[in-house]
């Protein structure tokens, strides 16, 4: 927000008559004061077992940036940068996350992690292949979707861990069948199995 449309909001939510140049001082003042916090943060998060991380487009001073969320149960650390490739993530995490299951969309930026193992957000793998049945409503497409569903409703059973190697393996191999299936060229359906294919080793790692 800029500093006019922060004078205005204390004003009408609190009545508080504030400054711009105020507004500024105490931005600077909470910038130093918050770092200690920033750096707990940033240190917890490179030695959690599991976090996840996104990034999405925003403006700053009329100019693209990118906001960058890492984040696990307790910890947020939200980090504005002119760039989105691997180095905002290496400059921040120096240790990389060795001991953390990453989860993320595979976006090329996360293709050189250092970290223990990967798991694909499923989030944003449903809203995909959720576009494709709707633009295609393949068999395919939707043999798939049941497919994620379906890991997902077994990964909550109480399972030992014998059992979560054996169904992740069953489940691998189900989506390497549905994944050798034919398809239209240069369709949805087409990009969205270049995509699975890609990141099928990510796919199911939530249940070990």
């Known amino acids: 927000m800029s500093n006019m449309r922060i004078v205005a909001l204390m004003?009408?939510?609190?009545?508080?008559?504030?400054?711009?140049?105020?507004?500024?001082?105490?931005?600077?003042?909470?910038?130093?004061?918050?770092?200690?916090?920033i750096d707990r943060i940033t240190t917890i998060?490179?030695?959690?077992?599991?976090?996840?991380?996104?990034?999405?487009?925003?403006?700053?001073?009329?100019?693209?940036?990118?906001h960058w969320t890492f984040q696990?149960?307790?910890?947020?650390?939200?980090?504005?940068?002119?760039?989105?490739?691997?180095?905002?993530?290496?400059?921040?995490?120096?240790?990389?996350?060795k001991n953390a299951c990453v989860v993320?969309?595979?976006?090329?930026?996360y293709s050189s992690l250092e970290c223990k193992s990967e798991q694909l957000c499923?989030?944003?793998?449903m809203r995909d292949l959720n576009y494709a049945i709707e633009c295609e409503g393949t068999k395919l497409m939707k043999d798939?979707?049941?497919?994620?569903?379906?890991?997902?409703?077994?990964?909550?059973?109480?399972?030992?861990?014998t059992q979560r190697v054996l169904l992740k393996?069953?489940?691998?191999k189900m989506l390497q069948h549905l994944l050798s299936?034919?398809?239209?060229?240069?369709?949805?359906?087409h990009k969205q199995i270049k995509s699975l294919t890609k990141s099928k080793d990510k796919l199911f790692t939530f249940f070990t």
């Not at 508080?16 to 770092?35: D, Q, R, V």
């Not at 998060?45 to 990118?66: A, H, M, R």
């Not at 393996?169 to 691998?172: E, F, K």
Request: glycine content about 6%; overall charge positive.
């Open 11 to 37: 004003k009408n939510l609190f009545n508080i008559k504030l400054s711009e140049g105020s507004i500024t001082g105490l931005l600077a003042k909470a910038s130093k004061l918050s770092l200690s916090t």
């Open 45 to 66: 998060l490179e030695q959690v077992p599991i976090i996840g991380i996104d990034e999405t487009g925003c403006k700053i001073n009329s100019f693209k940036y990118w």
């Open 72 to 97: 696990n149960e307790r910890n947020t650390l939200i980090i504005a940068n002119k760039s989105r490739g691997t180095k905002v993530i290496n400059n921040t995490f120096e240790n990389g996350f």
């Open 104 to 109: 993320h969309d595979n976006y090329s930026s």
């Open 122 to 125: 499923l989030a944003h793998k």
């Open 144 to 161: 798939i979707k049941t497919l994620l569903k379906e890991a997902i409703r077994d990964d909550k059973e109480s399972l030992s861990s």
């Open 169 to 172: 393996a069953q489940y691998d």
């Open 181 to 189: 299936m034919p398809y239209i060229e240069k369709s949805e359906t």
